[in-house]
């Protein structure tokens, strides 16, 4: 069964910091690049930072100089280090695998993990 699991949520205060995690299983993680998304109640679901399967990053924004994605392939996990969060941090944050192979596209999404970052 393929899955992808988001795990390292919490409520932390604002300057905080916190490390999700995405283990993914019934599917070989590294061949995908992975996404990290966000959604605050009442907003859109926004792109936070990815990685490809060759290890490049982009962040939003928002977050750059302050989140690290990176991934470890011998775990088939990938993992958000979020440092001086932000109260406008708190949201569920997702991860997404996505892999094109020619005209198909193979995508899994996680349950979602929830961040509050309040004092």
């Known amino acids: 069964q393929v899955q992808l699991v988001e795990s390292g949520g919490g409520l932390v205060q604002p300057g905080g910091s916190l490390r999700l995690s995405c283990a993914a299983s019934?599917?070989?993680?590294?061949?995908?690049?992975i996404g990290w998304f966000r959604q605050a109640p009442g907003e859109q679901r926004e792109l936070v930072a990815a990685i490809t399967s060759a290890g490049s990053t982009n962040y939003a924004d928002s977050v750059k100089g302050r989140f690290t994605i990176s991934r470890d392939n011998a775990k088939n996990t990938v993992y958000l280090q979020m440092n001086s969060l932000k109260p406008e941090d708190t949201a569920a944050y997702y991860c997404k695998a996505e892999r094109v192979l020619g005209i198909r596209t193979y995508d899994y999404w996680g349950q979602g993990t929830q961040v509050t970052v309040s004092s």
């Open positions: 019934g599917f070989t993680s590294d061949s995908y690049a």
